[in-house]
């Protein structure tokens, strides 16, 4: 079925440092990839995403972008900020079908001043 | 503000006591969805809805009940509750292709 795999956590960074967080996936088909963040004590935000290949989504200096020949989305970030300490879930949407939301288990990301 | 409302936030009950966790829309969204998100385990899909009476059991349904009467609310039933429902619980909504919009969150305690 439908999977998704992302790094494991923690991740610890300094402010300042560039951010990778690694996401492949395993769909038949063509699915939709997002990028969500759940920072401490809140629910999940849509952080980004795209639809089809070659598609980069971006949104607070964070990006990632659809690689259909490595079925990857890896999510990068120039330079962090302690603000950006929070747990980052890589998901997909097979399209066309029950629009089920498939997470990865999430990578928690802490950035030190 | 277009939102997502669950409620209660957090709720302590006993096992055994029903409980409705109720959750909103106003997004006009077909797709609603729950999950429930252990330590270790991530976000596991409990039950979704694709429209008004059309529901279907996600990864781990046993215990749990839904109904979708309204396009705008999709409760959460917990007949009976047991210990191992204890657990972080989130209502989700989407409108096709556009990515889920996601609830604050209800912790549940099941003493």
């Known amino acids: 079925g439908d999977s998704v795999t992302q790094m494991e956590g923690p991740v610890t960074l300094s402010e300042e440092a560039f951010l990778t967080i690694n996401c492949t996936y395993t769909?038949?088909?063509?699915?939709?990839l997002f990028w969500y963040v759940q920072y401490p004590g809140e629910g999940l935000q849509l952080l980004l995403k795209a639809t089809k290949a070659d598609d980069k989504g971006s949104n607070k200096g964070f990006e990632a972008t659809y690689r259909k020949e490595t079925t990857s989305f890896h999510l990068e970030k120039g330079s962090v900020q302690v603000s950006d300490s929070a747990v980052y879930f890589c998901a997909l949407i097979f399209q066309g079908g029950s629009e089920k939301l498939v997470f990865g288990k999430g990578t928690k990301l802490t950035v030190n001043p | 503000e277009a939102q997502v409302t669950q409620n209660p936030r957090y709720l302590i009950t006993v096992t055994g006591k029903k409980l409705t966790v109720t959750c909103s829309q106003n997004m006009n969204h077909e797709y609603m969805s729950w999950y429930r998100q252990d330590p270790g385990l991530g976000l596991r899909q409990i039950y979704y809805?694709?429209?008004?009476?059309?529901?279907d059991k996600g990864d781990v349904p046993e215990g749990y009940k839904v109904s979708r009467k309204e396009k705008r609310n999709f409760p959460l039933i917990l007949e009976s509750p047991s210990p191992n429902q204890t657990s972080l619980y989130f209502c989700?909504?989407?409108?096709?292709?556009?990515?889920?919009?996601f609830g604050s969150g209800t912790r549940l305690t099941v003493v």
């Open positions: 769909a038949t088909g063509y699915p939709s």
């Open positions: 809805s694709m429209n008004v009476e059309v529901t």
């Open positions: 989700a909504s989407s409108a096709r292709g556009y990515g889920y919009t």
